[in-house]
């Protein structure tokens, strides 16, 4: 089966400005989840999406960040705007529900000058 | 909340059994997870116990003590490919994703 799709892989910009991930789950995961991973660091989840509804975005910085995910099954991780402390690697992962272990993208490495 | 603590760094020798160490606390608790990440890869995912006891899958084999909010995952027959850092995670405290703790960097000599 075809894996998480992210784009793009990597995104150098200054601060302020805006930035948007992309992410296609496997065909028939209902869960996606979108991790933050800074250097050195486990991954951090932002936001988890049950088909096309919000479950947990308890960690999500909603002043600059958000999150989307139409007909529940591509999503869009949006940063606007943009810190230095935003840089890291954002993963996308998908799951047949929660209760299973995860499939992650290759991810986004952000860099934020 | 969830905090989860393992080593930061272990070192082995190839063709050896080394163990990675993760205590968690949490409330809630519905499993303990392991991933495997090379630099500059996704998380992989290796083991799930939601009961306690031995887990095995080939070469690695995960353990869980619901008592001691302990687990481990071993590796045996170390290969210099399985140098990579190693993450425990955690699903509970009322959230429905997964809490991972910073990672173990797993180092293999010859």
């Known amino acids: 089966e075809a894996g998480v799709a992210q784009s793009p892989r990597y995104k150098i910009i200054e601060k302020r400005q805006s930035v948007a991930f992309w992410c296609n789950p496997i065909?028939?995961?209902?869960?996606l989840y979108w991790y933050q991973q800074i250097l050195g660091q486990g991954p951090k989840l932002l936001i988890q999406?049950?088909?096309?509804?919000?479950?947990?975005d308890s960690q999500l910085p909603k002043d600059r960040f958000s999150a989307e995910r139409l007909k529940g099954v591509d999503s869009t991780l949006k940063i606007q705007p943009a810190k230095l402390e935003d840089s890291a690697v954002y993963l996308c992962?998908?799951?047949?529900?929660?209760?299973?272990?995860?499939?992650f993208g290759s991810g986004t490495r952000l860099t934020v000058v | 909340g969830q905090s989860l603590e393992q080593p930061s760094e272990v070192t082995a020798v190839e063709g050896a059994i080394v163990q990675i160490n993760c205590t968690y606390q949490?409330?809630?608790?519905?499993?303990l997870s392991w991933y495997q990440q090379h630099d500059g890869g996704a998380p992989t995912f290796l083991s799930y116990?939601?009961?306690?006891g031995l887990e095995e899958t080939g070469r690695f084999s995960s353990f869980l003590s619901r008592s001691d909010s302990y687990g481990y995952l071993l590796l045996q027959e170390l290969q210099m490919k399985d140098s990579a850092s190693y993450f425990c995670?955690?699903?509970?405290?009322?959230?429905?994703?997964?809490?991972f703790g910073k990672g173990t960097h797993l180092i293999i000599q010859p």
């Open positions: 992962a998908s799951s047949i529900d929660s209760h299973y272990g995860y499939t």
């Open positions: 065909s028939g995961h209902a869960t």
């Open positions: 999406f049950q088909n096309n509804g919000v479950v947990d």
């Open positions: 949490t409330s809630g608790f519905y499993g």
């Open positions: 116990n939601a009961l306690d």
């Open positions: 995670a955690v699903k509970g405290g009322g959230a429905d994703g997964l809490t």
